[in-house]
């Protein structure tokens, strides 16, 4: 079937199975392949990715389900210029980076978490990432991370 | 103090940029025309002959291109070191679920899974060994390989330590402790699974792309089983997504199958496996089975230990023989004794397999002597941390191997500073009188030594190239992997110190067999002092070429150089940039790459005698972990961490913090949760929604810091800190808990049912969920 949806703030349309995930959709028919495969079964987040400004596991949603909506993946994450964004180089000047596998649904759903919550206290931010699964990292620096980007924006508001 | 540029300073981690913006080529990211899809058929029995294997009709089915079995492997597919006792494919019998039996590339994965369905396969089930301490009765199963040596098959090792006569001093002892300790295996739950991507080469051999923690040992599996010459191998490793130990032997059957399907098919083939192939198939942290026993004197000297373990090693002896003897090595923990002898004997089973887990064999054995050691403390009336500060290894004392210590020893710093940043005094004290009849906390510690690098189990040496390009880029290889803690940045770092450049200029080729130099295998927490100090020696000879350039050119001696940012100065001349310098090396005709090897100071172990210099340095560390539980439910709450650990020098300081932070997360998850439940050989827990491992929420805020003692053949000083962090944090955990809950768990994990009960439910298992994974997308 056409599947038709706004991918990145970009149109898109493209021809796929109607049975497939979401996830499959972006790495297999778009060659979008930082949205991670990791458990396929929603546990671990490595496939995160914002869906009408909801972070959604990609594996769950069925392809079909995204038709006139708006998908924003990792990919779709950069600073206007095209280098990364303020929480991309936050992740990395905090350490928050180690095997990396898992990092592309961090920061989806820290920039989710950011959309709802400008200002989230450490908590809230560990909450916010209890879908998103890290066996590296101990989350700390990636918390530091994210904790940076919400006070840095909060004074480029002010 | 010397001042260093980059040496201890935050720095941006070299492969971090690619890796936030989604762009990094993990192996399941590769896509070539024309690649084939790769999937094994897996043994539903946990120990069965092979009676007939018959790939044709998997031939037919559509999309299928072909199909190997272990007769397409020279010897077949036999590898493993020390013990050779794994197959690229089954041989014969399988011995765990999950053993690869066959191998089928296709046009899709569901063909090639199709495929698997396809073969005729007739197993005749054995007799199989779950219970490790009946794996050496007369009548067990044999699982282990046959052996002329006269010992039961099923034996695998024997690993002491002897110093003097534990028992003699034990009954002298005013104060013994005799229990007996349980480790369970453990998942390495690396986000990203198992992958490998073979594409033959025009000349014939294969091009493979495995995510595995050593290039050059994928390279000589695949060369040795394929009859493929050295130059006719090539390894390379993309990002790894995480390894922590788990992406060694596995991984190497992946490679092995996936260059055999490749020069089968002339195709690129690829091979990724999903999270419940990747559970069942790959092997585990071993479970081990402990008799403590400790004895002290009144005023708290701790005099004798006696420590007797059985360790599980499943079906195959992988990296086993390593893990038992540096578990072996360290069992009696950090401290003096008047006598002391460990006593530890591995054995196979059919529970899946076991092989090398970050700390490899410590975290197991630290569960048994680092709850002993506090059982102790607590049965003479004395405070655990002073206990632990008046007996601990100090510079000068010599370990129960026999070995002096003579530099670069920061245990009794590390406690004190866990003691003074937990506020332990008064938290102790307080948590000793509580009366809330629903939730108590408590505050656990304990201490740690773990030897650096390899030790005596093997050749110990790691060499590193520099090369400076026509437009003046500097590139490094390795021959190590870094699958996440941050060693390619650490040798950066090295290199832009040691040359006096912007480490902007530094660049590093991933591990590639055709361009690094074979440097062992990236284990055993060695890239920093190992590759580190590789960097350092191949970095000195560039730059001592770079110096005589200079001072060629400024018409002085190289000892009356000086320099200004990259600049080189003389005694009386202008700065002269670094670009001028190199370009004048070149007219000179001076090489500008070079290379350089460490070989780490010499050890030895005798193996008879339980005795020697295991390793040539030692990281010491201790840990403190406050926790609440509540006495309704069993639920323990990690409260507050806190770990202090002598590495040595820190070079890049971001990435040893997270050594930390990783550390401590993984081994709350090996002291709470994380249990690999074999019910009579079938993995129980499959995917994430049953093998818990902790999130952002279980995970506490953790107070890290760093003990830095020099240690004078470490680069920088440096020592190691990757897998000690998650050594000990196990049983600082437990001991918290017994002081909150004033009940010991001496089997891990301290689940709900553990801690409440102090007992695990009994629950009934199932072989559907294996049976069902093996044969689904």
Redesign the interface.
């Known amino acids: 079937m056409l599947i038709q949806f706004t991918l990145n703030n970009q149109p898109v349309a493209v021809e796929a199975p109607s049975d497939i995930t979401l996830l499959a959709l972006l ?1 297999d028919h778009l ?11 929603g ?2 987040g ?1 496939c995160s990715v914002i869906l009408d400004g909801e972070l959604v596991n990609s594996c769950l949603v069925a392809a079909p389900q995204v038709s006139g909506r708006s998908v924003i ?3 779709g ?2 600073a206007p210029d095209g280098g ?1 964004n303020d929480m ?2 936050n ?5 928050a ?8 649904g961090m ?1 989806m759903a820290g920039e989710a978490l950011l959309l709802k919550n400008p200002q989230p206290t ?1 908590q809230q ?3 916010a ?15 530091d991370a994210i904790e940076a980007t919400a006070k840095s924006r909060a004074r480029q508001r002010a | 103090m010397t001042d260093y540029r980059y040496i201890g300073k935050p720095i941006d981690r070299v492969d971090a940029l690619e890796k936030v913006r989604g762009t990094a080529r993990f192996v399941g990211d590769y896509h070539l025309p024309g690649m084939l899809y790769a999937r094994c058929l897996r043994s539903e029995l946990p120990h069965a002959r092979i009676v007939k294997l018959d790939v044709t009709p998997a031939l037919q089915v559509p999309g299928v291109v072909a199909v190997i079995t272990s007769d397409d492997f020279i010897d077949h597919g036999r590898f493993g070191f020390p013990i050779s006792d794994l197959f690229m494919l089954a041989y014969e019998k399988v011995r765990y679920v999950g053993e690869g039996i066959a191998c089928v590339a296709a046009e899709t994965p569901e063909a090639a899974l199709a495929g698997t369905k396809a073969i005729l396969c007739e197993l005749e089930e054995l007799p199989a060994i779950f219970d490790m301490e009946h794996a050496l009765d007369p009548n067990a199963p044999q699982i282990g390989p046959a052996r002329e040596d006269g010992k039961h098959p099923n034996f695998l090792g024997h690993f002491p330590v002897y110093d003097g006569d534990p028992e003699a001093v034990l009954v002298d002892c005013d104060a013994v402790i005799d229990q007996n300790y349980e480790t369970v295996m453990q998942e390495h739950a690396y986000i990203e699974t198992e992958g490998s991507l073979a594409i033959p080469t025009v000349e014939g051999g294969v091009l493979a792309y495995v995510s595995c923690q050593s290039p050059f040992i994928a390279r000589g599996h695949i060369m040795r089983t394929l009859g493929l010459g050295e130059t006719a191998a090539r390894v390379i490793n993309p990002p790894v997504g995480g390894s922590f130990g788990g992406k060694d032997d596995l991984n190497y059957m992946t490679a092995g199958q996936v260059a055999c399907l490749a020069l089968k098919t002339k195709r690129p083939v690829r091979m990724t496996f999903s999270r419940e192939e990747s559970m069942i198939a790959s092997y585990k942290r071993g479970a081990m089975r402990m008799r403590v026993r400790v004895g002290a004197d009144k005023a708290g000297k701790l005099r004798a230990c006696h420590f007797k373990a059985t360790y599980d090693s499943g079906a195959y002896s992988s990296q086993s023989p390593f893990t038992s003897w540096r578990a072996s090595i360290h069992a009696m923990g950090p401290y003096r004794y008047d006598a002391c002898t460990v006593d530890l004997t591995t054995v196979y089973t059919n529970n899946g397999f076991a092989g090398a887990f970050r700390g490899f064999g410590n975290p197991e054995v630290y569960a048994g002597i680092e709850q002993a050691i506090d059982e102790l403390a607590e049965k003479l009336g004395i405070d655990p941390l002073d206990f632990r500060l008046q007996n601990c290894l100090r510079l000068g004392d010599t370990t129960p191997h026999g070995q002096t210590l003579t530099e670069s020893v920061g245990l009794s710093d590390c406690l004190l500073a866990v003691r003074k940043a937990s506020d332990w005094e008064r938290k102790r004290a307080a948590y000793a009188h509580q009366s809330d009849p629903d939730r108590r906390r408590g505050i656990g510690v304990t201490a740690l030594f773990h030897g650096t690098s390899l030790g005596a189990e093997g050749t110990d040496e790691a060499t590193g190239t520099i090369e400076i390009h026509q437009d003046n880029r500097v590139t490094l290889t390795s021959g190590l992997t870094d699958y996440g803690p941050g060693s390619r940045t650490v040798y950066c770092m090295i290199a832009a110190e040691m040359l006096g450049v912007d480490i902007q200029r530094i660049n590093i080729h991933l591990p590639d067999t055709n361009l690094a130099k074979d440097s062992g295998p990236t284990v055993a927490s060695r890239s920093t002092m190992l590759g580190g100090n590789a960097t350092r020696i191949a970095a000195l000879n560039l730059r001592q070429n770079l110096d005589y350039a200079a001072a060629d050119l400024l018409g002085c001696e190289v000892f009356q150089l000086q320099r200004a940012g990259e600049s080189y100065l003389g005694p009386s001349e202008e700065p002269v940039p670094w670009e001028v310098v190199v370009e004048h090396a070149r007219r000179m005709g001076l090489v500008l790459s070079t290379f350089g090897r460490w070989s780490a100071p010499k050890i030895h172990w005798d193996e008879e005698a339980g005795r020697g210099v295991p390793y040539f340095a030692y990281h010491f560390g201790a840990q403190i972990a406050e926790v609440e539980v509540d006495l309704r439910t069993g639920l323990t709450d990690v409260l507050n961490y806190y770990a202090a650990h002598d590495a040595g020098k820190v070079i890049f300081p971001q990435g040893a913090y997270g050594q930390i932070y990783g550390g401590v997360a993984q081994g709350l998850g090996y002291a709470l949760y994380e249990d690999v439940d074999y019910m009579d050989g079938y993995l129980q827990s499959i995917n994430f929604d049953t093998y818990l491992i902790p999130t952002s929420v279980d995970v506490p805020e953790i107070n890290g810091s760093f003990v830095e003692t020099h240690y004078s053949q470490g680069p920088f000083g440096a020592k190691n800190i990757a897998e000690p962090a998650m050594v000990p944090v196990a049983p600082t955990i437990l001991n918290a808990i017994a002081q909150a809950t004033g009940r010991r768990v001496r089997k891990l994990p301290a689940n709900l049912e553990r801690v409440l009960l102090g007992e695990t439910l009994h629950k009934k298992g199932s072989p559907v969920s294996c049976k069902v994974a093996l044969k689904s997308v």
Do not use: D, H, M
């Open positions: 790495r060659r979008l392949t930082g949205s991670k495969e990791a458990c396929e079964v546990e671990c490595a993946t990792i990919e994450v950069r990364p991309q180089q992740f990395i000047s905090y350490g980076v180690q095997c990396g596998f898992c990092i592309p920061i450490r931010i560990r909450v990432l209890a879908g998103n699964l890290c066996r590296c990292t101990g989350y700390q620096q990636i918390v």
